[in-house]
């Protein structure tokens, strides 16, 4: 493998195989923006939390993250992108059963594979993802 090929390799999404995980049929739509820690580094989902959706936009106001990325990593635009809500499940399932939550909601890992709200008391359990 040459130079060029892992620079190339960093920059490709972790490849899974999209099933339909969900049914989304809420009316602003199913995207969410999902850091790249998630998507391209390998993690499971660390915070998660649900703002306002983007009016316009076919934006459920979901954002994931690993949960270890600091302010400069989520200020660069190129480090968060736009997916269905499902292919973010299929990256981690462990996130399914929080999806119906209201606007306004956050959780955290808090172990392998359980989210608590997050009320700032615990630290984020980051952990990657098993592939």
């Known amino acids: 493998m040459g130079l060029f090929d892992m620079f190339k390799k960093k920059d ?3 490849k899974v195989e999209i099933q339909k995980l969900i049914e989304w049929d809420e009316p602003n739509g199913e ?6 820690r998630i998507t391209k580094n390998g993690f499971k989902v ?4 649900r703002e306002e959706p983007d009016e316009g936009k076919p934006d459920s106001g979901w954002r994931f993250l690993a949960g270890d ?9 190129n480090n968060l992108h736009l997916f ?4 973010i499940c299929n990256y981690d399932k462990d996130i399914i059963p929080y999806l ?3 606007v306004g909601s956050a959780f955290i890992r808090t172990g392998s594979h359980k989210f608590e709200i997050d009320d700032g008391t ?5 952990e ?3 592939r």
């Open 31 to 36: 995207g969410c923006f999902a850091s790249d």
């Open 84 to 87: 269905a809500i499902n292919t």
């Open 46 to 49: 660390g915070y998660m939390y």
């Open 128 to 130: 990657k993802q098993n």
């Open 100 to 102: 119906k939550s209201e």
């Open 122 to 126: 615990k630290e984020i359990f980051v």
């Open 12 to 14: 490709e999404f972790i």
């Open 69 to 77: 990325e600091d302010d400069a990593y989520i200020n660069n635009p």
